[in-house]
């Protein structure tokens, strides 16, 4: 019996070690997901993002209303605006261009209730990082895609 016991107080179980490795990998995905969102190229992919969602909500509030919808892009605030809906502001370090039709007046995007719409782009850019969100004319297909540098 006592060799039992002898070799239990020499190591640490099993079930002490995966409680450990646990706690560890918990720990390590804390620090990851801090680092990540840190980086402008998150940043960018957040604002796009964000920028997608408020151009669709314009989209289905003109189809909805019948009235045309107007997503207006402020650079002085740096921001770009929807009358209904929340704001996506632009922080500092991010550069952000909407180029529009010239119906739809400077900086903005109009949606009709036909389904079309007038069309533009908003690129968001920093040093290394640039990602553009796409507003078809026609269809009002909204797309996003990263652009080379």
Partial sequence: MERAQSSR????????LLVALTILALAMSVVSISASRRSPSFEIQRLSGE???LFREARLSAQTSGR??????DPEVRELS???SAKVVVPEGITADLTSAASAGP??????????????????????R??????????SRIDRQEIAE
């Fill in 51 to 53: 920028a997608s969602s």
């Fill in 130 to 139: 640039s990602e553009t969100v796409s507003v078809d004319w026609l269809t």
């Fill in 9 to 16: 107080e020499g190591g640490f179980s099993l079930l002490e």
């Fill in 68 to 73: 045309p919808a107007r997503v207006v892009f």
């Fill in 82 to 84: 929807h009358a209904e």
């Fill in 107 to 128: 900086a903005a995007i109009i949606f009709f209730p036909d389904g079309s719409s007038s069309g533009g782009a908003l690129t968001f850019k920093t040093e290394d």
